[in-house]
């Protein structure tokens, strides 16, 4: 099966400064990349996601590049914020034949500070 | 707000009884899928439905627990005889299409958090 792994666990930034986390996936099948946030007492919200047939994608301050080569993936968060503070997690899955179930990484909280 | 509803948000028990979640997805999401997070670790699948039909289950579903989608709206997701390792968020998500209209995105809600004491 699947296999995600993601770095770092933690992130501290500065505001204003970048955030970048990145992931790295086993299933060469896998074509679809959600990245979600989660904050305190809440489930999973997505925040930007890209298909294998695409290598870029940004959405505002939000970017995720993917290297279906090298089976790796990474968020970038650029101008960051207090309220980008929270857990990120990637997560990989196959579109079709797979169901959509997503495997996903062990997280990394970032932490903005003022 | 996704549109996602579980309830209870938050469940205590003692372990050996048995508990039942609900969850409720986005109106006219026909896809439905069951996930459970530990602390400090991402969600895992445990199962989905396409309408009524259960169509996958993690071998991380033991013999214990059991989802139901009867009518192709909210689930349940019971556990029976609950141990101290069944301590953990249950998320639910919901998805939209069939064919060529599916979505990729799935909808988390907020989870049910139990405790087995």
């Known amino acids: 099966g699947e296999n995600v792994e993601q770095h770092p666990s933690t992130l501290s930034v500065q505001e204003g400064d970048s955030a970048v986390i990145k992931c790295t996936y086993s299933?060469?099948?896998?074509?679809?990349f959600p990245w979600y946030k989660q904050e305190l007492g809440k489930g999973p919200q997505l925040i930007i996601d890209i298909r294998s047939n695409v290598g870029e994608k940004k959405d505002q301050r939000i970017a995720v590049t993917l290297n279906k080569t090298a089976k790796h993936f990474s968020l970038h968060i650029t101008e960051t914020q207090p309220e980008d503070s929270a857990v990120y997690f990637c997560?990989?899955?196959?579109?079709?034949?797979?169901?959509?179930?997503?495997?996903f990484g062990t997280g990394t909280q970032l932490k903005v500070e003022l | 707000d996704t549109g996602v509803s579980q309830n209870p948000r938050h469940k205590i028990t003692k372990r050996g009884q048995n508990v039942t979640f609900r969850c409720d997805p986005i109106s006219e999401h026909n896809r439905l899928y069951w996930y459970r997070q530990t602390l400090g670790q991402g969600p895992e699948f445990l199962t989905y439905?396409?309408?009524?039909?259960?169509?996958?289950k993690s071998r991380l579903l033991s013999d214990r627990f059991s989802a139901e989608r009867p009518k192709g709206s909210f689930s349940t997701l019971e556990i029976q005889r609950t141990e101290q390792g069944d301590s953990a968020m249950y998320l639910c998500a919901s998805r939209r299409g069939t064919g060529s209209l599916l979505e990729e995105t799935q909808y988390f809600g907020p989870g049910t958090r139990l405790l087995v004491l």
């Open positions: 439905f396409q309408n009524e039909a259960q169509l996958e």
């Open positions: 997560a990989a899955s196959r579109l079709t034949g797979g169901g959509n179930k997503l495997t």
């Open positions: 299933d060469s099948a896998s074509n679809y």
